[in-house]
């Protein structure tokens, strides 16, 4: 017996319905493309960040992408790859991926739901910080790589260095 059959149903919000008014009330551009699916637009200091939701009713989660505006060289995948396994050990939340057909990097993450009756705007805010900050922080690392010629561990300690101050 599921759990879900021993208590009342808990009325369900669409959870794209919050994710819009938490993307509309930062003046984010989005597309509401179906039911199941957004797309939207988030500004960073390296790149303008493509975000994708979509809500999947039958496994009760939200899947979240947050794409770079990079793509990979063939022949720089095996060092992605690498760099990939480096970035993940140091991720709390989340993940990094690779879109293989479109050669994107990407930051995944899913929100399982079933049973809460859908996500608060709390929890979407900090899904979405939580991406951003990752994406921030790891974007000049697949640059080092793609573009620098660094070794993937070269890339990452060079990209980690924190700045003080401002020049």
């Known amino acids: 017996m599921r759990a879900s059959t021993l208590f009342d149903e808990k009325q369900?919000?669409?959870?794209?319905?919050v994710v819009e008014r938490v993307v509309t009330a930062n003046d984010w551009m989005f597309d509401r493309r179906s039911d199941q699916e957004m797309a939207a637009q988030v500004p960073g200091h390296w790149c303008d960040y493509s975000l994708y939701f979509a809500w999947n009713e039958e496994v009760g989660a939200l899947h979240f992408t947050c794409a770079f505006d990079m793509r990979v060289p063939p022949e720089k995948k095996a060092g992605i790859g690498q760099l990939l396994c480096l970035v993940n050990e140091r991720m709390w939340l989340g993940h990094f991926g690779m879109w293989e057909e479109e050669g994107l990097p990407m930051y995944r993450h899913a929100l399982p739901l079933r049973g809460t009756g859908g996500p608060t705007p709390e929890q979407l805010e900090d899904l979405l910080d939580n991406a951003v900050a990752e994406c921030e922080r790891f974007y000049p690392a697949f640059?080092?790589?793609?573009?620098?010629?660094?070794?993937?561990?070269d890339a990452l300690s060079a990209a980690m260095v924190e700045t003080v101050g401002e020049a």
């Open 143 to 153: 640059q080092f790589v793609i573009w620098g010629g660094k070794s993937p561990q």
């Open 12 to 17: 369900t919000i669409d959870p794209l319905d």
